[in-house]
């Protein structure tokens, strides 16, 4: 089940395992009553169909109240619609509730050790590992504080902590992510592995498509319509282009709880006209997407790594990147700005589509430094971190 860098980051893991002839059991929280395979926010894969390794994969799903990027308010809206009562009064009730039943498959499932991925799960790898004495790994994708930076939520923040020291090792997607843990959190750096996630592969670049008969720019926003991701900053740094010139279209491509507030914006400094808001996409509107675009912009306040900006190479489309970002550490081809520096923001996007020179300069070594950057390489590392605490 994919939705944003976390599925397509676990999925890619799973897979390069899987090809190393590892095996994995899934233990997924899945709401039987919740939702269809059709829900918008998730992209159903079968991983078995995938499999080209010798691993063998099993799955075993948790009846429990959680989907990605739940906050205490979306939970209690989806508690509210289902008539079950074993489900938690709130959300961490329910994270916690999940740990203990999620955690019972360590009695009965060989297993040699124990990888969490972000504070939903990592409870269940806490009492997983009293079970079995297995070793446990608490895979760091984003931090409370990387979601929400001026409201951090603080019972988020503890189950985080709880994991971070209850783990025998901390994977983290970027050197940023664990600088940021070791000054946050008092971890020492020898605890604290960086693995960087990879891409799925090329894909063939398919001419651009345009918005409008006239010839105009495409600067592409996607994901979700959040404070950590920046949306307010590439209004901003559009603003100011549009000042500029006027042969510009900007797409913000996602939802999110800021989605109201960034349509009141552009509206209320007159650049609505310019700004296209598409709404939630799956995978193959995704890919439409980058072919409608000239430029990819990442202006995320903090980004513990960015596989979109992968995803927007591969199809052939330069971006600019956020420096408060994992990914800045390994596309070091590609123009950087501060989140908050819109001016420089809008430069880079101007110069990227004045001078088509420019672009032939960056993608090649770009994509060169994509092509290091796989699931393959992603899981050899993983395995040999296995092997150092087992």
Request: glycine share 6%; net charge negative.
């Amino acid at each position: 089940m994919v939705s944003g860098g976390l599925g397509i980051a676990c999925h890619g893991i799973v897979q390069g395992l899987l090809d190393k002839k590892i095996d994995v059991m899934l233990v997924l929280p899945f709401a039987h009553k919740k939702s269809s395979p059709q829900d918008k926010y998730l992209h159903y894969i079968d991983v078995l169909s995938h499999q080209v390794g010798n691993g063998t994969i099993d799955i075993e799903f948790v009846d429990a109240l959680l989907q990605p990027y739940l906050t205490a308010e979306s939970y209690a809206i989806n508690k509210q619609k289902t008539s079950a009562v074993l489900y938690g009064v709130d959300l961490w009730a329910e994270v916690r509730r999940y740990a203990k039943q999620a955690a019972l498959i360590a009695e009965k499932v060989a297993h040699d050790v124990i990888h969490c991925h972000d504070w939903l799960t990592v409870l269940a790898g806490i009492e997983a590992k009293k079970i079995s004495e297995k070793p446990l790994i608490f895979h760091i994708h984003a931090l409370e504080q990387d979601r929400s930076p001026q409201s951090p939520c603080f019972a988020t923040q503890e189950i985080e902590r709880q994991g971070l020291h209850a783990a025998d090792l901390i994977i983290t997607v970027s050197q940023y992510t664990k600088k940021r843990i070791m000054r946050e959190h008092f971890i020492a750096a020898e605890k604290i592995a960086v693995v960087y996630n990879g891409h799925v592969g090329s894909v063939k670049h398919v001419p651009k498509a345009s918005l409008s008969a006239v010839k105009k720019f495409t600067v592409l926003f996607l994901g979700r319509v959040t404070e950590q991701k920046g949306v307010h900053y590439f209004i901003k740094a559009a603003e100011k282009i549009l000042n500029y010139r006027q042969d510009v279209e900007f797409i913000i491509a996602g939802e999110g709880d800021l989605l109201p507030y960034a349509i009141e914006t552009c509206a209320s400094l007159g650049i609505s006209k310019y700004v296209h808001f598409s709404g939630f996409l799956d995978r193959a509107e995704v890919a439409k997407m980058y072919q409608l675009s000239d430029v990819y912009v990442m202006p995320s306040v903090s980004e513990p790594f960015g596989i979109v900006c992968l995803e927007a190479i591969a199809h052939g489309i330069p971006v600019v990147i956020s420096k408060q970002s994992g990914v800045s550490e390994v596309l070091t081809n590609s123009l950087k700005a501060d989140y908050w520096d819109s001016d420089r923001c809008a430069e880079h996007i101007i110069a990227l589509l004045d001078y088509p020179a420019l672009q032939q300069e960056l993608l090649p070594h770009a994509t060169r430094e994509l092509s290091m950057l796989t699931w393959d390489n992603a899981a050899s590392a993983i395995i040999n971190h296995y092997h150092s605490i087992i």
